[in-house]
């Protein structure tokens, strides 16, 4: 179902970036556009892991670190792995203070969860765990591949239209005119919708049911959903911003920080997802805890233990 899903929206994303071509180029930008989405498919299927690793500066660790926080955060993701029946994914660290998290990679095979350095510094080792446990079953269930393509793809949408809007805004006799360029301002945004719903709100819960099972404390996932929509709506995350199509990948949207729209929101409500989980510790035998309402910090006031640099005060763009 996932593969038929996957090829569902990269046709629709497709026919977008061809329908923007045609407005900027007629037929012949049409064409154009269409040989290029062919080629950014077959080339995101390969590499988009790569791009979205690179754009937020994803720094890969092992056991060997010189943290003793981030030696756990290794260890603790390979041994879920492992007690799960999964390849070993590699692992990274991502210098921004927002506390985060997400998976990428076309397989499981080719698969690397990523956390930020906020997350490792805010969180407890058992949240950690229960967050990247999560972050693990969106790579069992093959949910990073149509999550990194689409991102990639729907960036690349984005950046078409804004080339007709700053280089073809006054060209009167291209097809649509000004009003096929005004047209262009709506269907970037339109293009960051259509990932975002088809990364449907069930995937979240069953990515939390999943990992929950994997980590084997619903309660510690629940008390880190908390948290990190708590730091996330006062931590800003700058990558995220500049390039929002890829915001779905995060286990809680990155762009609370900024009144980022919900209308197209791919994550379901924080406190759905806290009930469901537990409700699931209490089917496990577990008796419910309470968590503190967390307070989070103002951006650049993180004392960081994972020894890693923060989000820089300079951004380096879109790329790292």
Not at 35 to 40: H, L, R
Not at 122 to 130: K, Q
Not at 236 to 255: D, Y
Request: proline share 7%; glycine share 10%.
């Amino acid at each position: 179902m996932n593969h038929l899903k996957t090829f569902v929206l990269l046709a629709a994303l497709t026919a977008l970036f061809a329908g923007v071509g045609y407005l900027i180029g007629g037929t012949g930008g049409m064409l154009i556009a269409l040989a290029v989405a062919g080629g950014m498919n077959l080339f995101s299927y390969w590499n988009a892991d790569k791009i979205v690793l690179k754009m937020y500066r994803a720094q890969p660790v092992d056991e060997n670190h010189p943290n003793a926080v981030v030696r756990n955060y290794v260890a603790d993701v390979r041994r879920m792995a492992a007690d799960a029946g999964m390849p070993q994914p590699r692992v990274a660290i991502i210098p921004n203070d927002q506390p985060n998290a997400f998976a990428t990679g076309r397989n499981p095979q080719n698969a690397a969860v990523c956390a930020t350095t906020g997350l490792l510094d805010m969180l407890t080792r058992e949240e950690v765990r229960g967050v990247m446990a999560h972050e693990l079953a969106h790579v069992k269930n093959r949910d990073t591949l149509i999550m990194t393509v689409t991102a990639t793809v729907a960036g690349a949408i984005a950046m078409l239209a804004n080339f007709a809007l700053f280089f073809g805004g006054n060209d009167r006799e291209r097809p649509g005119g000004m009003i096929g360029t005004l047209a262009l301002m709506i269907l970037a945004p339109m293009a960051a919708g259509l990932v975002q719903m088809a990364i449907s709100r069930s995937r979240e819960y069953e990515a939390d049911r999943i990992g929950a099972e994997i980590a084997g404390d619903p309660q510690a996932l629940a008390s880190a959903l908390q948290k990190i929509e708590a730091y996330a709506k006062r931590i800003h995350n700058p990558t995220a911003e500049r390039n929002p199509a890829s915001g779905q990948l995060f286990i809680i949207n990155p762009l609370a920080g900024r009144g980022a729209d919900s209308l197209f929101s791919t994550h379901p409500a924080t406190g759905n997802r806290v009930r469901a989980l537990m409700e699931l510790g209490t089917k496990m035998g577990m008796r419910p805890r309470t968590f503190a309402d967390p307070v989070a910090p103002a951006a650049g006031t993180v004392e960081t233990t994972t020894g890693v640099p923060a989000t820089p005060s300079r951004p380096r763009g879109p790329w790292g």
